[in-house]
């Protein structure tokens, strides 16, 4: 399963069937789960654990040392859940101290080519990154989250589930779940309705979260004001209340 050009460290751990193409590097401390596949000239650091049934493309390079000056060689770790898709030229890099000394990248996620994921990011499960996505350090992604090519993200930026970036989307705010964001600086455009709907939100619930989209972005309420009437009987569905929730607990701001 490894080819006769491919440099394993013997301080790796692979299990029977894993697959590294020809020229990869896998290095000390770097565990690979049952089912995964190295292609061809990948580079691949430790501490470094990535789970099951991955498929890594060509010329990436996981792992590497953070890109943060503060970093002076702690033993800080990358772990990838289990079903991710990393296309050709991928870089994430490892965490820092001050970000829990962990970068983190959940379950099933479809990232394309040249994407970056920077020290101390947390990437949930089943996000779509296109071509180019580039998260800073800190940045935290929640689930079923669709990134546009070469949308870029600001460090400690917060992205909720079922967010949508267009492409070339500059985004220097959170962005609340279910909320579409298109510009440089990203603006909020409306709901990712396409988004939902194909994740078969129904009716009542996609009319409940126009209007609490409306009551934060189109009635120009503080958003002290806004979160206040998204509570109690205006909170008609759970998707509402996380909505609320992230609004209330934004530490940078939200997009608006």
Known sequence: MIHASAVVDPGAELQPDVHVGPFSVIGPGVVLGTGTRVGSHVVIEGPTRIG??????????????????????????????????????CTFNRGT?????????GDGNWIMAYVHIAHDCRVGDDNVMANATTLAGHVEVEDCVTFGA???????????????????????????????V????????????????????????????KSAYKVVY??????????????????????????????RSSGRGIVR
């Open 52 to 89: 099951e049934r991955n498929r890594i493309h060509s010329f990436s390079a996981l792992g590497g040392a953070p890109q943060d000056k503060k970093y002076r060689g702690e033993a800080s770790t990358l772990e990838i859940g289990n079903d991710n898709v990393i296309r050709e030229y």
């Open 97 to 105: 101290e001050g970000g829990g000394m962990t970068t983190r990248v």
């Open 150 to 180: 070469f949308t870029v993200v600001h460090q400690f930026c917060r992205i909720g589930r079922h967010a949508f970036s267009a492409m070339g989307a500059v985004i220097l705010k959170d962005v609340p779940p279910f909320v579409t």
């Open 182 to 209: 298109a510009g440089n600086s990203a603006s909020p455009r409306g709901l990712n309705t396409v988004g939902l709907r194909r994740r078969g939100f129904p009716t009542p619930v996609m009319q409940a979260l």
């Open 218 to 247: 189109k009635r120009g309420l503080t958003l002290e004001s806004a979160v206040g009437q998204l509570s109690g009987p205006a909170a008609e569905s759970a998707e509402v209340n996380r909505f609320r929730d992230f609004v």
